[in-house]
């Protein structure tokens, strides 16, 4: 019997299947689109196809309470520190960039929150904040690590908002600035909005979507913080700490 | 199906419940005299009308026979109507900036769209002012938004500048402040077409002690554990107290509500049917909220057992015996007008007082005066009492600040940090 944690994020939805040793066996990811409900059948299906599953399955996300399974639901906040604590067993300052949230988490030596921050309202800084600017610019994030390669400095970015962001980048663009130094600076901006949520303290891990698909972030992440890290799969880490934190913690069982 | 998985010390109730306190009735009627008395007045003209600051001179208003009328008041019945939205664009679009005050932006918008929620109750329009009146001791913003109608209905407008960020309420403050009460009863008495009376203004400051004296107690009530109250039912209750502050039927409905919660404890009925966590709230309600963050706290068995906001209607300094010096003293004791070292003491107390688990600090988008945490105060309680805290970003009336699934999840994982404890 397998276990399954699902993620049900904002832009993506992640599922890990994990074994009875806890051991992740299984990563898979969908779109959220508009439909949460839609998204978790997709990767319970997927998994189910080869594996026996158990239920409930474990969520945490906007649409966690959007599974048409028997589901345990959580805090992807206190998921996530959890999965972070199964993997470093150590204070962390963990910073999570997702596609609408970022999340910075000062998680303590018993694994426990101490303190956490969300972004403001505006989702600047974010995959989302990232995802539009490469649609305007028409560059995949693929690309993106490789212009980022080629820069030879840093063009700063200023604008808190997204539209504005990308108006300032085209002006930069119209005033000679290329593009390679213009993603580091994209990269950076991220980076700054994301570490004056709070003081980083300890090791800072960083995690989600947008550091595992712009790994250039992490390296830049390094070189501000020398003391961090990036575990692989980390967009998949909320759902697994679902699944571990579930063994433990009194949550609302609930049947569709 | 549902069912509660380690039923033993279940984090959330599948359903919420609230208690409904038995004397909302007697408020209804309380809130509907102090109403009808206003229609009364706007309409055959048996008695001036004055528009108040809710935290301006009330009892001299009333102890000169006027009406008073509360903006501030009418401002939070179009937030808790889900109104806002729809007249702050209004505001906007004569020069208002969206940034200032929303209970300001979405009045005014209401005014120019010739809409208020007192039409349900018979009014035609707001009541038209004969004189406006504030104290700037909340903020400036109530000095530009009376000004609005200052212009509009051609009246005097009188205001009572307090000095901001006090530290030490020295004798110097008080004077400053007390000679601007007595500055402003020329204007009024040409206005209301009577002298003033020493006495009356005695009367009316001994009433306003005695409310507010009673809304202490009512709000200390919710120290006892479980709490008979909470943060939801004082932001509706505390109506009385902002606008019939200073007049005999905020001092009789006090005395009904403090027998229910007497009764309530003695009972064990508390606000929370299932009590676990004890919450203070720092800053404005989310008035376009109030009820879904009610029935959410009560899910997450969770009382919000005190707040700065609710506390701020508690004038125990009036003294009829002095009554400008220390009508002085109690509108300069106001929280907001304090500096962050006094505050910070104040609500260190207040946390030991209410046995608090955790602070939630609501930023509020317009309304930065009640929005403690912009100055790292947060941070400094949080070294002094160890409390865990969230941020949450809103505003009080314009529910376009608002991001209700973060802020849901901010607080789902704060009541999970605060179990973990």
């Known amino acids: ?256 | 199906m549902e069912k509660l998985l380690n039923m033993s010390e279940p984090i959330i109730q599948e359903k919420s419940e609230l208690v409904k306190l038995q004397s909302a009735g007697e408020l209804r009627k309380t809130m509907d005299g102090y109403f009808s008395r206003l229609r009364e007045a706007a309409e055959t003209g048996v008695r001036k009308v004055a528009w108040c600051t809710s935290v301006g001179p009330a009892e001299l208003l009333y102890s000169m026979g006027f009406e008073v009328y509360f903006p501030e008041n009418h401002g939070a019945m179009l937030g808790a109507g889900k109104n806002a939205d729809k007249y702050i664009p209004s505001a906007v679009a004569h020069g208002y900036s969206p940034e200032i005050c929303s209970y300001l932006t979405s009045d005014i918008g209401a005014f120019l769209q010739n809409e208020t929620p007192l039409q349900k109750s018979g009014f035609k329009s707001v009541p038209k002012p004969d004189v406006l009146v504030y104290n700037t001791n909340q903020c400036r913003e109530v000095a530009d938004w009376f000004g609005f109608y200052a212009r509009h209905f051609n009246v005097p407008i009188l205001g009572i500048h307090t000095p901001l960020c006090i530290p030490e309420l020295t004798p110097e403050i008080i004077k400053t402040v007390a000679d601007q009460y007595r500055n402003i009863i020329p204007s009024l008495e040409q206005v209301a077409g009577r002298k003033f009376d020493m006495d009356l203004f005695r009367q009316a400051v001994a009433l306003s002690h005695d409310g507010c004296v009673l809304w202490k107690e009512i709000l200390g009530k919710a120290k006892h554990r479980p709490s008979p109250i909470n943060f939801f039912d004082s932001a509706i209750h505390m109506g009385p107290i902002v606008v019939m502050r200073g007049t005999q039927y905020a001092v009789d409905y006090y005395k009904v509500l403090l027998a229910e919660l007497d009764q309530r404890i003695q009972d064990g009925i508390s606000a929370v049917p299932h009590e676990k966590h004890r919450i203070y709230w720092e800053g404005m309600p989310l008035w376009y909220k109030l009820s879904s963050m009610a029935k959410l706290f009560s899910k997450f068995n969770t009382s919000i057992v005190a707040s700065t906001y609710c506390n701020s209607w508690v004038f125990d300094d009036l003294d009829p015996a002095d009554p400008f010096e220390s009508s002085a003293l109690a509108y300069c004791k106001l929280f907001i007008v304090r500096s962050d070292a006094v505050k910070e003491d104040i609500l260190q107390q207040l946390m030991i007082d209410f046995s608090v688990d955790g602070i939630i600090y609501h930023e509020s988008k317009t309304c930065t005066r009640n929005s403690n945490n912009l100055f790292g105060l947060q941070n400094r309680l949080f070294k002094k009492t160890r409390l865990p805290f969230i941020e949450i970003n809103g505003d009080l009336n314009d529910p376009r600040c608002f991001s209700e699934e973060q802020s849901i999840i901010a607080i789902e994982t704060f009541i999970h940090q605060l179990s973990g404890r």
């Open chain 1, 1 to 256: 019997m397998y276990r399954l944690g699902i993620d049900l994020g904002s832009s993506y939805t992640k599922g890990v299947l994990v074994d009875e040793n806890n051991r992740i066996t299984g990563f898979h990811c969908v779109k959220s689109g508009y439909n949460f409900t839609n998204a978790s059948s997709k990767i319970i299906s997927h998994f189910a196809e080869d594996h026996e599953i158990e239920y409930p399955v474990y969520t945490c996300g906007y649409g966690r309470e959007q599974v048409a399974a028997a589901f345990v639901s959580n805090s992807e906040l206190i998921a996530l520190s959890k999965a972070v604590y199964e993997i470093y067993k150590r204070p962390c300052s963990i910073i999570d960039i997702g596609g609408q949230d970022t999340k910075f988490i000062s998680m303590n030596a018993q694994g426990q929150v101490d303190k956490f921050k969300m972004n403001r309202k505006c989702a600047a800084g974010t995959g989302s904040f990232l995802e539009e600017i490469a649609f305007r610019l028409d560059v995949t994030p693929e690309e993106f690590t490789e212009f980022a390669r080629q820069a030879t400095e840093e063009v700063k970015i200023n604008s808190f908002c997204t539209v504005f962001a990308i108006s300032e980048i085209i002006g930069m663009i119209k005033n000679g600035a290329t593009l390679p130094n213009i993603i580091i600076g994209i990269y950076n901006s991220i980076i700054q909005r994301s570490v004056e949520m709070s003081v980083v303290e300890g090791h800072l891990v960083i995690t989600g979507g947008l550091p595992a698909k712009h790994p250039t972030i992490v390296s830049l992440f390094a070189k501000k913080y020398p003391d961090s890290s990036s575990p692989e799969h980390s967009q998949f880490l909320a759902a697994y700490g679902c699944v571990l934190l579930n063994r433990t913690s009194y949550i609302v069982h609930r049947t569709l």
